[in-house]
């Protein structure tokens, strides 16, 4: 079965850091595309960050986290990171990963069609 589980959300001040792990079972993490959204209280799902297989290796972030935000992938634990540091009120949220086709500015903006796991939240708050 297919399956990606978020966590390590948390409360954090303004200006503190999280990491977040996106954890799959049933496939191989590097060879696929995988995208973190995040969704606010009232708001649309937005994507914010993405990273491409092992083959591709391309990484994009949404202009409000570049600089802040890092994605990675460990291969062995089959499990995507996202590092927020600098974290700011506005990046309150239920985070999620989901995969894609590609990695590419676009992909940002390109709803997930599946399904979304349970996310994990993100409150930063002072």
């Known amino acids: 079965q297919v399956q990606l589980v978020e966590s390590g959300g948390g409360l954090v001040q303004p200006g503190g850091s999280l990491r977040l792990s996106c954890a799959a079972s049933?496939?191989?993490?590097?060879?696929?595309?995988i995208v973190w959204f995040r969704q606010a209280p009232g708001k649309e799902r937005e994507g914010v960050s993405c990273?491409?297989?092992?083959?591709?290796?391309?990484?994009y972030y949404k202009d409000s986290v570049k600089g802040r935000f890092t994605i990675s992938r460990d291969s062995a634990k089959n499990t995507v990171f996202l590092q927020m540091n600098s974290l700011k009120l506005e990046d309150t949220a239920v985070y999620y990963c989901a995969p894609s086709l590609r990695c590419t500015p676009q992909t940002l903006n390109t709803p997930h069609s599946g399904n979304w796991g349970q996310g994990t939240q993100v409150t930063v708050s002072s």
């Open positions: 990273i491409g297989s092992s083959s591709d290796g391309s990484t």
């Open positions: 049933g496939f191989t993490l590097e060879k696929r595309t």
